[in-house]
């Protein structure tokens, strides 16, 4: 068992697999919608404990699973001060600061109904950021324009 500060909140350190730190408050859940976490794992959640940099965080421990680069990525749209440690037998062997990418393929849909990626199952919807703060994505084919909100909607469904 390992003792994180002196608030204490008891967390075991995983022997293999993924912890994404410094999610912000409230989505560790939507982090591990996106990464659709299989029956079976083992997973710790850890929420709304305070963090120096962020005020409050959440975070999530996947045992046996190392994130991907694609999950990573999806994983920025809604918590892009995630950092993400790859644990191997006990030990953080890489800790990756993310970025949200500049550009999103194949990840969000384009909220124009008329768009051809909304009408030709062969165009693939395409995004690049035109800006993080606030985040904002851009069409690549008609240049709408989705905010965050849109992008955590469609990432958690209906839930904001
Ligand atoms: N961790 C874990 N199991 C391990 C090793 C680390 O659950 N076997 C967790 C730690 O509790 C921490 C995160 O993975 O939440 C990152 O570990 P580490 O780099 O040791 O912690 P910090 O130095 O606090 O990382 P940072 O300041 O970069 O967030
Ligand atoms: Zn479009």
Known sequence: METVNKKELIVS???NGTVIDHIPAGRA??????????????????????SKKMGKKDIVKIEN???DEKEA????????????????????VEKKKLKI????????????LMCITNNDVEAMP????????????????????????????????SKS
Do not use: H, W
């Open 73 to 92: 990525n999806l994983i920025t749209l809604i918590a892009p001060t995630a950092t993400i440690n790859i644990i191997r037998d006990y030990e953080v």
């Open 13 to 15: 350190k995983i022997k």
């Open 29 to 50: 859940l939507a982090v591990l919608r996106i990464l659709k976490i299989a029956e079976g794992y083992r997973i710790a959640l850890v929420m709304n404990v305070e």
């Open 101 to 112: 990418p500049d550009v999103v393929k194949g990840l969000l849909k384009c909220t124009n």
């Open 126 to 157: 395409e995004f690049k950021k035109i800006s993080e703060k606030p985040l904002k994505m851009k069409c690549v084919y008609c240049d709408t324009v989705i905010d965050e909100n849109e992008i955590l909607k469609q990432i958690l469904g």
């Open 65 to 67: 699973k190392e994130v």
